[in-house]
C-alpha cells in the first residue's frame, strides 16, 4: 500500500546539498554554481524538491526526440507542484542505429544514471523514455538507487499508410526485404515503402519492443494510467507530460520509492499482460532484468509458467492487424489489463506511482473496441504467451507463440496426445556477417526443411545480443514462394518481427554453451509441446566435440573494438538472466544506504 507517511521539508534529500551548514565550503560550492545561470537561491534552499528529469531524446535518438519538448509541460507541471526541475543527459540509446547494437548500452546508460541519481542533489526523477532499452535502463537505475520515480514514454508514431494499407514500423521491413529478395521491387521503392511506417515523432507505431517495453512500465506501476501508448503527437501526450511532473513532486512527499512498486506481484503481472499484448521477445530480458536490480527472482520458467496460457487479446502488428493509434483508442494498457482483471490473472493490489493500486485505477476502463483489444473469452489466439524450450544444446530459449501460424499450431503445439515434432537440418552461421556472406551461397543446399541456426550473436558474442535471428531464406527461395524457414539463435531478435524464432538460447555459444557444438548438415528435433529442442546424435559424440573445442580454445567470436565492449563481456550474465551486469545486482537502494559521500 501506499506509504501513508508524509516527509518534512528537512528531510529532502536534496538537503545535504543546497543547506549544510556543518559543511559550508561543500554547500557553497555546490549552491554558487548553480545560481550561475540564473536559479535563485530560494529555489535552491527553500524546501521544494528538486526534480531531475532525464532526458533521453537528442538528435541521435529519433524516437524519443520530442521529449525535447515534452520536457517543457512536465516541468511546468514540477513547477505547479511545488519542486524545482533539473534536466540532464541520458546515454542515447537507438536500437535502429546503434551499432554492433543498442542492447550493448542498455547496461552502460543503467551504470550512468545510477551515478547521476545517487551523485546529484535529487529527491525524485522523471524518467523520460522511448525507444526499446531506454525503459529497462532507466528502471533498471530506479530500482537500484530506489528515489522516487517515475516513467513518462513518448508513445509511438502515428499509423503508417500506403493507400488503405497500414504499415507497421518495423514489421515492413521484414516484409519489404523478401519483395526486394524476390525482385518485386526495387531498392528505392524498398526504401519509401519502409519510410512510409514512420510518418510522424515517436517510437515504433507496432507492439515492438518500444511499445512492450513502455506498456511494461505502465502494467509495473511506473508510470501514469493509460499514458503508456498515447500516440507522440496527440495532446493528450503533453497532458499526461504535465501530470507526470505534477505527481513526482507528491511522490516525493509521500515517500513513494520504486522499491515499494516493483515487487514480484508486479513482475507476475507484467509477464502476464505481456502474452496479452502480443509483447516483444525482447520484453523477458529486459523484464527479467528489472526485477534482479529490484532484488526479485525472476526467470524464464516463470514466463512460460504464469505468460503461455494467456490469450492474445491487443490485435496489434506483428501479432495481429492493427497499430498503435487504434491500440490507444480502443482503450490502451487499461483496457488489456481490465480484460486480465476480470479473468482473475492480475494482483490488483499491485501500488502503483499514483498512490493507488493497479485494480483501483482499472475501473470504468473496458475496451472500447473489441476489434481491437478483444475480451478475453474471445481471444485472437488461446495460449499465447512464450515456451520457454530447453534440450542438449541450451538450458533456456524462448519461443513467442502469439505469432505462430494456425496451421503449425494445430500440427506441433495444440494437440498433446499426437507426438509429432519438427525435425529438418541445420545450417549454421557465425554471426550476422556470415549470414549475409553465405545465405545464398548454393552449396549450402538450403531446402524448405532446413532449420537456420544463427550463434555468436549473444550477449558475449556479438557483443550485447544482437536482434539478428530472424534469418530470411536465400533468395532462390524465396523466388520459389518459401519465405520463411525455422529459425535458432543465441541471439534476439526485433519486436516487430512476426517470425516465430527460438530465441534467446541461454547460454550463448561464446560461454561454453552447446551451439557452439553445432555443425551444419546436423539434425534437430523441435518438441514444442514437451519444450525440448534436442541435437539428434548420441551422447558421446556431442561429448567429444566438446572436447575437441576445448582443445582448439573454445568457440571463436570477433574480438572488442571499444573499451566498454571488454568491461560489458566480462561481467555480463546471460539474456535469460537478464543480461544484467553480474556485480551490479547486488546493489539496492543505494540512496538510502550508501548515502554519497563529501567531495571535498
Ligand atoms: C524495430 C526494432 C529496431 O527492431 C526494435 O525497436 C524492436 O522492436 O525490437
New binding site residues.
Partial sequence: MANPHRITPEQLRSRYWFDNPDHPGTTALCVERYLNYGITLDELTSGKPIIGICQSGSDLTP?NRHHIDLVKRVKDGIRASGGVPFEFPMHPIH??VRRPT?ALDRNLAYLGLVEVLHGYPLDGVVLTTG??KTTPAALMAAATVNIPSIVLSGGPMLNGWRGAERVG??TI?WELRKRLAAGDIDYAEFLSRASDSAPSIG??N?M?????MNSMAEVLGMSLPGSAVIPAPYKERAMAAYDTGVRIVDMVWEDLRPLDILTREAFENAIVACSALGG???APVHINAIARHAGVELNNDDWQRLGHEIPLLANVMPAGAFLCEEFHRAGGVPAILHELQGAGKLHSDALTVNGRSLGNNLQGRETQDSNVICRYAEPLVAHAGFLNLKGNLFESALMKTSVISQNFRDRFLNDPSDPEAFEGKVVVFDGSEDYHARIDDPALNIDARTILVMRGAGPVGHPGGA?VVNMQPPEALIKQGIESLPCLGDG??????GSPSILNASPEAATGGGLALLESGDRLRVDLKRGEVQLLIDASELEARRERLAQQGGYRYPGHQTPWQEIQRSMVEPLDRGMTLEPATKYRDVARQHPPRDNH
Fill in positions: 524516437c536500437e535502429n543498442a525507444c526499446d514500423s518495423g521491413i517510437h515504433c507496432t515492438g519492443t518500444a511499445s512492450t516483444s521477445s525482447n536482434e534476439r531478435q526485433s519486436g516487430t518481427s
